[in-house]
Protein backbone atom coordinates (compact mmCIF):
# COMPACT_ATOMS: atom_id res chain seq x y z
CA UNK A 1 0.00 0.00 0.00
CA UNK A 2 1.51 3.60 -0.92
CA UNK A 3 0.46 6.66 0.79
CA UNK A 4 0.45 9.53 -0.91
CA UNK A 5 0.68 13.19 0.10
CA UNK A 6 -0.95 16.25 -2.06
CA UNK A 7 -0.12 19.67 -1.51
CA UNK A 8 -2.64 22.16 -2.91
CA UNK A 9 -1.79 26.12 -2.43
CA UNK A 10 -5.07 27.77 -2.49
CA UNK A 11 -5.03 31.93 -3.12
CA UNK A 12 -4.66 32.75 0.24
CA UNK A 13 -0.97 29.93 0.30
CA UNK A 14 -2.20 28.35 2.77
CA UNK A 15 -0.83 24.72 2.66
CA UNK A 16 -3.26 21.64 2.92
CA UNK A 17 -2.86 18.13 3.17
CA UNK A 18 -4.51 14.70 1.86
CA UNK A 19 -3.71 11.41 2.43
CA UNK A 20 -4.97 9.00 -0.01
CA UNK A 21 -4.54 5.19 -0.28
CA UNK A 22 -3.43 3.63 -3.41
CA UNK A 23 -4.14 0.11 -3.79
CA UNK A 24 -3.53 -2.53 -6.86
CA UNK A 25 -6.75 -3.31 -8.74
CA UNK A 26 -6.28 -6.66 -7.43
CA UNK A 27 -6.59 -5.10 -3.78
CA UNK A 28 -9.47 -3.15 -4.60
CA UNK A 29 -10.98 -6.39 -6.08
CA UNK A 30 -10.88 -8.67 -3.66
CA UNK A 31 -13.02 -9.18 -0.58
CA UNK A 32 -10.30 -8.18 2.39
CA UNK A 33 -12.30 -5.62 4.29
CA UNK A 34 -10.83 -2.44 3.95
CA UNK A 35 -11.43 -0.04 7.03
CA UNK A 36 -11.12 3.86 6.43
CA UNK A 37 -12.64 7.17 6.26
CA UNK A 38 -15.67 6.77 4.05
CA UNK A 39 -15.29 9.49 0.70
CA UNK A 40 -19.02 10.84 1.13
CA UNK A 41 -20.05 11.26 4.94
CA UNK A 42 -16.60 11.26 6.70
CA UNK A 43 -17.28 8.54 9.04
CA UNK A 44 -13.66 8.20 10.07
CA UNK A 45 -12.17 4.15 10.59
CA UNK A 46 -15.51 1.98 8.96
CA UNK A 47 -15.52 -0.63 6.56
CA UNK A 48 -15.48 0.78 3.13
CA UNK A 49 -17.61 -1.31 0.96
CA UNK A 50 -16.22 -1.86 -3.08
CA UNK A 51 -17.80 0.66 -4.56
CA UNK A 52 -18.52 0.82 -8.58
CA UNK A 53 -16.79 4.15 -9.48
CA UNK A 54 -19.13 3.68 -12.75
CA UNK A 55 -22.66 1.47 -11.41
CA UNK A 56 -22.91 -1.76 -11.54
CA UNK A 57 -26.20 -1.50 -13.11
CA UNK A 58 -24.14 0.22 -16.60
CA UNK A 59 -21.48 -3.45 -16.05
CA UNK A 60 -24.38 -5.67 -15.65
CA UNK A 61 -26.62 -4.38 -18.92
CA UNK A 62 -22.96 -4.40 -20.91
CA UNK A 63 -22.42 -7.43 -20.16
CA UNK A 64 -25.51 -9.18 -21.89
CA UNK A 65 -24.34 -7.70 -25.47
CA UNK A 66 -22.44 -11.01 -27.29
CA UNK A 67 -18.87 -10.10 -27.15
CA UNK A 68 -19.08 -7.19 -24.84
CA UNK A 69 -15.84 -7.44 -22.66
CA UNK A 70 -14.23 -5.21 -20.07
CA UNK A 71 -10.77 -4.24 -20.75
CA UNK A 72 -7.97 -2.56 -18.91
CA UNK A 73 -7.58 0.43 -20.68
CA UNK A 74 -3.75 0.56 -20.98
CA UNK A 75 -3.56 -3.30 -21.50
CA UNK A 76 -6.26 -4.03 -23.48
CA UNK A 77 -5.47 -7.74 -23.61
CA UNK A 78 -6.53 -7.80 -19.80
CA UNK A 79 -10.14 -8.74 -19.80
CA UNK A 80 -12.08 -8.12 -16.25
CA UNK A 81 -15.50 -9.81 -15.16
CA UNK A 82 -16.71 -7.11 -13.83
CA UNK A 83 -15.84 -2.95 -13.56
CA UNK A 84 -13.96 -0.93 -11.38
CA UNK A 85 -14.48 -1.19 -8.32
CA UNK A 86 -12.92 0.51 -5.15
CA UNK A 87 -12.90 1.11 -1.36
CA UNK A 88 -14.63 4.10 -0.79
CA UNK A 89 -18.07 4.93 0.33
CA UNK A 90 -19.39 3.51 3.83
CA UNK A 91 -22.11 0.76 3.47
CA UNK A 92 -24.64 3.60 4.63
CA UNK A 93 -23.71 5.62 1.74
CA UNK A 94 -23.05 2.88 -0.53
CA UNK A 95 -27.23 2.04 0.02
CA UNK A 96 -28.36 5.09 -0.73
CA UNK A 97 -26.42 5.43 -4.33
CA UNK A 98 -27.68 1.97 -4.65
CA UNK A 99 -31.52 3.31 -4.20
CA UNK A 100 -31.06 5.61 -7.00
CA UNK A 101 -28.86 3.51 -8.95
CA UNK A 102 -31.97 1.36 -9.41
CA UNK A 103 -34.03 4.34 -9.85
CA UNK A 104 -31.93 5.03 -12.87
CA UNK A 105 -32.29 1.63 -13.77
CA UNK A 106 -35.85 1.21 -13.68
CA UNK A 107 -37.05 4.56 -15.12
CA UNK A 108 -34.56 5.29 -17.77
CA UNK A 109 -31.91 2.31 -18.68
CA UNK A 110 -34.00 -0.61 -19.32
CA UNK A 111 -36.81 1.16 -21.04
CA UNK A 112 -34.36 3.17 -23.16
CA UNK A 113 -32.54 -0.41 -24.01
CA UNK A 114 -35.61 -1.98 -24.72
CA UNK A 115 -36.51 0.71 -26.87
CA UNK A 116 -33.47 2.10 -28.48
CA UNK A 117 -34.98 4.00 -31.32
CA UNK A 118 -38.05 5.46 -29.49
CA UNK A 119 -38.06 8.32 -27.63
CA UNK A 120 -35.81 8.55 -24.93
CA UNK A 121 -37.62 7.94 -21.25
CA UNK A 122 -38.42 11.00 -18.65
CA UNK A 123 -35.42 12.38 -16.68
CA UNK A 124 -37.18 12.80 -13.69
CA UNK A 125 -34.99 14.64 -10.70
CA UNK A 126 -33.94 11.18 -9.15
CA UNK A 127 -32.76 10.25 -12.13
CA UNK A 128 -30.45 14.03 -12.39
CA UNK A 129 -29.02 13.09 -9.21
CA UNK A 130 -28.08 10.09 -9.57
CA UNK A 131 -26.01 11.23 -12.54
CA UNK A 132 -24.63 13.70 -9.71
CA UNK A 133 -23.43 10.74 -8.23
CA UNK A 134 -21.45 9.10 -11.22
CA UNK A 135 -19.91 12.93 -11.47
CA UNK A 136 -18.78 12.75 -8.48
CA UNK A 137 -17.37 9.16 -7.72
CA UNK A 138 -15.65 9.61 -11.17
CA UNK A 139 -14.41 13.04 -9.73
CA UNK A 140 -13.27 12.30 -6.31
CA UNK A 141 -11.56 9.05 -7.79
CA UNK A 142 -9.30 11.25 -9.99
CA UNK A 143 -8.90 13.56 -7.70
CA UNK A 144 -8.02 11.79 -4.68
CA UNK A 145 -7.10 8.21 -5.90
CA UNK A 146 -5.55 8.54 -9.21
CA UNK A 147 -4.16 12.19 -7.69
CA UNK A 148 -5.34 13.23 -11.32
CA UNK A 149 -4.58 17.02 -12.25
CA UNK A 150 -1.43 17.36 -9.79
CA UNK A 151 0.79 20.01 -11.35
CA UNK A 152 -2.17 21.56 -13.21
CA UNK A 153 -3.63 25.38 -12.68
CA UNK A 154 -7.53 23.10 -13.07
CA UNK A 155 -6.83 21.33 -9.97
CA UNK A 156 -7.97 23.42 -7.56
CA UNK A 157 -11.21 24.40 -9.56
CA UNK A 158 -12.07 21.14 -9.47
CA UNK A 159 -11.07 20.10 -5.88
CA UNK A 160 -13.71 22.99 -5.32
CA UNK A 161 -16.61 21.67 -7.97
CA UNK A 162 -15.77 18.05 -5.80
CA UNK A 163 -16.61 19.52 -2.87
CA UNK A 164 -19.38 21.31 -3.86
CA UNK A 165 -21.08 18.45 -5.10
CA UNK A 166 -20.28 16.11 -2.44
CA UNK A 167 -21.71 18.67 -0.10
CA UNK A 168 -24.63 18.88 -2.12
CA UNK A 169 -25.09 14.78 -2.35
CA UNK A 170 -24.51 14.64 1.31
CA UNK A 171 -27.04 17.42 2.37
CA UNK A 172 -29.26 14.72 0.32
CA UNK A 173 -28.21 11.96 2.47
CA UNK A 174 -28.97 13.57 5.63
CA UNK A 175 -32.69 15.04 4.47
CA UNK A 176 -33.55 11.68 3.42
CA UNK A 177 -31.90 9.92 6.62
CA UNK A 178 -32.54 12.82 9.43
CA UNK A 179 -31.60 10.54 11.88
CA UNK A 180 -27.77 10.29 10.69
CA UNK A 181 -25.01 12.42 12.14
CA UNK A 182 -23.80 14.72 10.33
CA UNK A 183 -20.31 14.36 9.59
CA UNK A 184 -19.42 16.15 6.64
CA UNK A 185 -19.32 19.46 7.84
CA UNK A 186 -17.09 18.34 10.99
CA UNK A 187 -15.08 16.87 9.13
CA UNK A 188 -14.48 18.84 6.40
CA UNK A 189 -14.27 21.61 8.96
CA UNK A 190 -10.90 19.86 10.34
CA UNK A 191 -9.58 19.76 6.66
CA UNK A 192 -9.10 23.47 7.38
CA UNK A 193 -11.95 25.05 5.30
CA UNK A 194 -10.98 23.22 1.69
CA UNK A 195 -14.27 21.44 1.03
CA UNK A 196 -16.77 22.99 3.82
Known amino acids: MIIVYVRIRKKSSVKRLFEVKLLSREETMSKVKIMGDCALCQKKNVELMQSHIIPKAIYKRTKT ?15 YQDGE ?8 CEEFFSW ?4 FSNQ ?21 FYILTVAWRILYDDLYVYNSFCDDIERDCLVEYESKLGKFIYERYIEENPTEVNTWLAAR ?7 A
Open 65 to 79: YENSRFREFYETQKI
Open 85 to 92: KKPMLCHE
Open 100 to 103: YETK
Open 108 to 128: FLDKYLTAPNAKLPNVTEDIE
Open 189 to 195: STMTGIR
